[in-house]
């Protein structure tokens, strides 16, 4: 066979892209770098390193890669497209919204990117500007079934979000998700025909239909909501607002931020390096935001491992909690953090878990951790509100 040095261009990125499929990605990158040797400005060739750098979670090596692609040409939607994307997944919001934004200049019918704009403008609270970008997606594609499921997320209440569920389903009634938060959202207005149908099919062990189960089997059904604001809005009517909040694993600070709108106080926990082990599909360091701490005013951030930092903050007095808002996904650390902070808790502090429901093996993460820890304290919890859409619950502990 000969060479590379013989081949031509076409032949080199044909290689290149048959390696790439072969999932010889290291090949692959090594065959593009040589038709960008050959041609610095072939697009296709920086496009295609950049994509094979995501595939290999390597974000910063792709977004430098995408960067380079809209040098050349400045109306390459996929590689702002890709670059919102990869953003958005960093946490860094303003950043992916500005890349998303640039998608629908370009190419004002990019109905994935109307609809991720939409799900940025909800992390940043712009709740009708998300509403607007969903229903422009629809409008776009109306057979798209994504903004419809974003969409009932920023429903006011079940009839409303039952609608437009409704529709996704008459749409594509291949998406079991829907069908089940119908079923669970119909077993909440007491019309339980579709949920217990499901209960008794060959899915019945589906991790979403666990999870409504689960909420069904309770002695008191919880209040449902359809996105954390709303959830957390409804939560701090039920504690001592004056009280300071606590909040172990802060990420960015986007609930962070929100909670000191509402409470003035609050105590984060977090290393800022992500996660320390890997969990489900997110590897370890996922959730960093590489050491950069919140500035925020009425917010003090206690930074390392909680394994480390929990027991010397918490050896002395501190304030009683309006809200402990759990938000470290795993068992572990979760466990942690609720076995030193028995003291600050009283039958007025309110606890939330953001990851507690519709995973996976959700029984095992911080499902398992309250068990664990009300077994260990002697408590026992009244859920008070539920997310299926965020994945979130709520308790209050009583001894």
Same mark, same amino acid.
């Given at each position: 066979?000969?060479?590379?040095?013989?081949?031509?261009?076409?032949?080199?990125?044909?290689?290149?892209?048959?390696?790439?499929?072969?999932?010889?990605?290291?090949?692959?990158?090594?065959?593009?770098?040589?038709?960008?040797?050959?041609?610095?400005?072939?697009?296709?060739?920086?496009?295609?390193?950049?994509?094979?750098?995501?595939?290999?979670?390597?974000?910063? +090596?792709?977004?430098?890669?995408?960067?380079?692609?809209?040098?050349?040409?400045?109306?390459?939607?996929?590689?702002?497209?890709?670059?919102?994307?990869?953003?958005?997944?960093?946490?860094?919001?303003?950043?992916?919204?500005?890349?998303?934004?640039?998608?629908?200049?370009?190419?004002?019918?990019?109905?994935?990117?109307?609809?991720?704009?939409?799900?940025?403008?909800?992390?940043?609270?712009?709740?009708? +500007?998300?509403?607007?970008?969903?229903?422009?997606?629809?409008?776009?594609?109306?057979?798209?079934?994504?903004?419809?499921?974003?969409?009932?997320?920023?429903?006011?209440?079940?009839?409303?979000?039952?609608?437009?569920?409704?529709?996704?389903?008459?749409?594509?009634?291949?998406?079991?998700?829907?069908?089940?938060?119908?079923?669970?959202?119909?077993?909440?207005?007491?019309?339980?025909?579709?949920?217990?149908?499901?209960?008794?099919?060959?899915?019945?062990?589906?991790?979403?239909?666990?999870?409504?189960?689960?909420?069904?089997?309770?002695? +008191?059904?919880?209040?449902?909501?359809?996105?954390?604001?709303?959830?957390?809005?409804?939560?701090?009517?039920?504690?001592?607002?004056?009280?300071?909040?606590?909040?172990?694993?802060?990420? =960015?600070?986007?609930?962070? =931020?929100?909670?000191?709108?509402?409470?003035?106080?609050?105590?984060?926990?977090?290393?800022?390096?992500?996660?320390?082990?890997?969990?489900?599909?997110?590897?370890?360091?996922?959730?960093?935001?590489?050491?950069?701490?919140?500035?925020? =005013?009425?917010?003090?951030?206690?930074?390392?491992?909680?394994?480390?930092?929990?027991?010397?903050?918490?050896?002395?007095?501190?304030?009683?909690?309006?809200?402990?808002?759990?938000?470290?996904?795993?068992?572990?650390?979760?466990?942690?953090?609720?076995?030193?902070?028995?003291?600050?808790?009283?039958?007025?502090?309110?606890?939330?878990?953001?990851?507690?429901?519709?995973?996976?093996?959700?029984?095992?993460?911080?499902?398992?951790?309250?068990?664990?820890?009300?077994?260990?304290?002697?408590?026992?919890?009244?859920?008070?509100?539920?997310?299926?859409?965020?994945?979130?619950?709520?308790?209050?502990?009583?001894?």
């Amino acid at each position: 066979m000969n060479s590379n040095k013989s081949l031509s261009t076409k032949e080199i990125f044909d290689l290149a892209l048959q390696n790439y499929k072969n999932n010889n990605l290291v090949k692959a990158i090594s065959l593009y770098e040589k038709v960008l040797d050959i041609n610095p400005k072939n697009v296709d060739a920086q496009y295609s390193i950049g994509n094979i750098f995501y595939k290999l979670g390597q974000y910063q +090596k792709a977004l430098n890669s995408y960067k380079k692609v809209v040098q050349i040409d400045t109306r390459h939607a996929k590689s702002h497209y890709n670059t919102g994307v990869i953003l958005h997944e960093l946490g860094q919001y303003q950043k992916a919204l500005n890349s998303y934004k640039k998608v629908v200049q370009i190419d004002p019918r990019h109905v994935r990117a109307q609809n991720n704009l939409g799900i940025v403008f909800d992390e940043l609270l712009e709740t009708e +500007k998300a509403i607007n970008c969903y229903k422009k997606a629809i409008k776009l594609n109306p057979n798209y079934i994504d903004p419809y499921w974003n969409l009932h997320s920023l429903a006011p209440n079940i009839e409303e979000a039952l609608k437009i569920l409704k529709k996704l389903h008459k749409i594509n009634n291949n998406f079991f998700e829907a069908e089940i938060m119908i079923a669970a959202l119909k077993g909440f207005k007491n019309d339980f025909k579709d949920y217990n149908l499901l209960i008794e099919s060959k899915s019945s062990n589906h991790s979403m239909i666990r999870s409504v189960k689960w909420v069904f089997s309770l002695p +008191k059904l919880p209040k449902i909501f359809f996105n954390r604001w709303d959830f957390f809005d409804f939560v701090a009517t039920l504690t001592n607002k004056s009280r300071p909040f606590y909040e172990f694993g802060v990420w =960015k600070g986007v609930s962070f =931020k929100y909670l000191l709108n509402i409470f003035k106080k609050g105590f984060g926990f977090d290393t800022f390096t992500g996660l320390p082990n890997d969990w489900y599909d997110k590897s370890s360091g996922s959730y960093s935001s590489f050491g950069e701490i919140p500035n925020l =005013k009425g917010g003090k951030f206690i930074v390392g491992k909680f394994e480390d930092t929990l027991p010397k903050f918490f050896s002395k007095k501190r304030p009683i909690a309006s809200i402990l808002n759990f938000d470290a996904d795993l068992y572990s650390s979760t466990l942690c953090a609720l076995n030193n902070t028995d003291k600050i808790i009283d039958n007025k502090s309110i606890l939330i878990f953001d990851e507690f429901l519709i995973n996976k093996n959700w029984e095992q993460d911080e499902y398992r951790a309250l068990n664990e820890f009300c077994n260990n304290f002697d408590y026992r919890y009244e859920v008070l509100a539920v997310s299926f859409y965020s994945k979130q619950v709520a308790v209050r502990l009583n001894k």
